[in-house]
T-cell receptor, first 115, second 110 residues
Framework: GAGVSQSPSNKVTEKGKDVELRCDPISGHTALYWYRQSLGQGLEFLIYFQGNSAPDKSGLPSDRFSAERTGGSVSTLTIQRTQQEDSAVYLC?????????????FGPGTRLTVL | GQQLNQSPQSMFIQEGEDVSMNCTSSSIFNTWLWYKQDPGEGPVLLIALYKAGELTSNGRLTAQFGITRKDSFLNISASIPSDVGIYFCAGGGSQGNLIFGKGTKLSVKP
């Protein structure tokens, strides 16, 4: 596709359940990022994948959060034992890497609501 | 950690007016970027700046990378109704991830 796609667009879950959020980056983009956006706030960095390098997990808020990227393309963000404070929009972005790594292109996001 | 101070938090525009917003940081950045976000969508990249002092335009939008590398501004000239939305500045370092400001919400004057 032409842009970054994410699924599902909306997810409502009960406290304590696990959720998986998916991101399909732009074809050919080697770098992939996950951010979280709480209501009325800016974006908070979570995790970053670049090629085959070990991911930068420095933004993950707790060990309940994990992400993987299979085959250098699709990524899944997993939140275990969800809490109400996890409610937010989760945004994925990709970039070409190299000198253009900061030019990140975002998907539409997944709105997560934890009841 | 690194933080960006973006101002103003919100502003009202009348069609045809020029708009200005800015971001400052206590840290230096290698890149400054400006994004626009509409409701229910992801941020869309407007302008990317890579050199201190650089002034770049994209249509009616003009942005500058501050000479100290700690600030940037965005100007919108002759605003139109579709300019409403939330504008975010973002600073990029050498680590890959972006640090975002909290946004400037542009609304139409009632």
């Amino acid at each position: 596709g032409a842009g970054v796609s994410q699924s599902p667009s909306n997810k409502v879950t009960e406290k304590g359940k696990d959720v998986e959020l998916r991101c399909d980056p732009i074809s050919g983009h080697t770098a992939l990022y996950w951010y979280r956006q709480s209501l009325g706030q800016g974006l908070e960095f979570l995790i970053y994948f670049q090629g085959n390098s070990a991911p930068d997990k420095s933004g993950l808020p707790s060990d309940r959060f994990s992400a993987e990227r299979t085959g250098g393309s699709v990524s899944t963000l997993t939140i275990q034992r969800t809490q109400q404070e996890d409610s937010a929009v989760y945004l994925c972005a990709s970039s070409l890497g190299g000198r253009s790594y900061n030019e990140q292109f975002f998907g539409p996001g997944t709105r997560l609501t934890v009841l | 950690g690194q933080q960006l101070n973006q101002s103003p938090q919100s502003m009202f525009i009348q069609e045809g007016e020029d708009v200005s917003m800015n971001c400052t940081s206590s840290s230096i950045f290698n890149t400054w970027l400006w994004y626009k976000q509409d409701p229910g969508e992801g941020p869309v990249l407007l302008i990317a700046l890579y050199k201190a002092g650089e002034l770049t335009s994209n249509g009616r939008l003009t942005a500058q990378f501050g000479i100290t590398r700690k600030d940037s501004f965005l100007n919108i000239s002759a605003s139109i109704p579709s300019d409403v939305g939330i504008y975010f500045c973002a600073g990029g370092g050498s680590q890959g991830n972006l640090i975002f400001g909290k946004g400037t919400k542009l609304s139409v004057k009632p």
